[in-house]
């Protein structure tokens, strides 16, 4: 129980953070197969003590936590974008070694997974970046339901994180911002954007806790390099010499175009469009060196539950 509390926590950070996988730190705290299990019994009606405990114990610790902390995040996220996502890349990255060790030896099925994989992130990275993309669906109900059952199945997938998906369908800060709202009592919030992410992540983990189980026995070898693909491609949206400016007449922002200066006032710093720019040598050094640090830090994590697999 102990160490459900302490993955849960490190799961509610993996959550704020994109590229870092919740999955991965259950696995680190040696309680993974606990949570996916509690999670299968659960959705099939068999209600045992000991899984209603732990995944109780699991689900209010992250619960807590990205309540917490979100309004920090974010504010890093909008005041240090090529910082942040530097270090994203590296947390990122930081998770392959953990399920090459899983993929290997490497077939056909596994090859055709790899590439599955990140061609789908590619995918995904093309349209968060194109004009008029996953942008324009930012906080509507619909995409909020897509991106939290996105997000609850990555949970439960060691090596994939789930905020990276949500960095990538365009849905990152107004999430952060809805969250940070419930711990400044702004519970209008609840109704318009975390109720439909609630809802989209508990069809996730759902769906997936009992999904993978299958999938790891009947096509383990294409299912790990699917998972694997994933975490490589992730990298593809998150180039980091990209930061905000002030809008202006004749923006598109959320769909929407700016047609007074009014407008473009009102628009909350968050919400901004971006614009690749110049890095300096020392910009790029800078990034090179948090790039090593998160891929150290996500690496040594990941080492800590190395001697449990999926």
Known sequence: MVRGCFGGILMGLA?????????????????????????AEISTLRFRRTAIVMLGIIVASALITVVVGAGTMRTLVVDHRWMMYSLFIGLTLGGVPLLWSMVRPLNSQAICGIGGGLLAMIILALLESAPGGLATTEGSVPMLIVTGIAAGSAMVLPGVSGMYLVLVLGQYVVILDAIDGIRRSEFESVLSVVLPVGIGVVIGVVVISNLVSKLLVRA???TLGVLLGLLIGAVFG??????????VVGDSIRGQLIETTAQAEAVKPSRWPLEAFEPSPGVVLGSLGLLLIGFLVSLGITRLGRNERI
């Open 15 to 39: 959550n704020l953070v994109p590229g870092v996988s919740g999955g991965t730190m259950l696995v680190a705290t040696g309680v993974y197969g606990h949570f996916v299990n509690a999670v």
């Open 220 to 222: 383990r070898s294409a």
């Open 238 to 247: 998150l180039w980091p010499f990209r930061e905000t400016r002030a809008p």
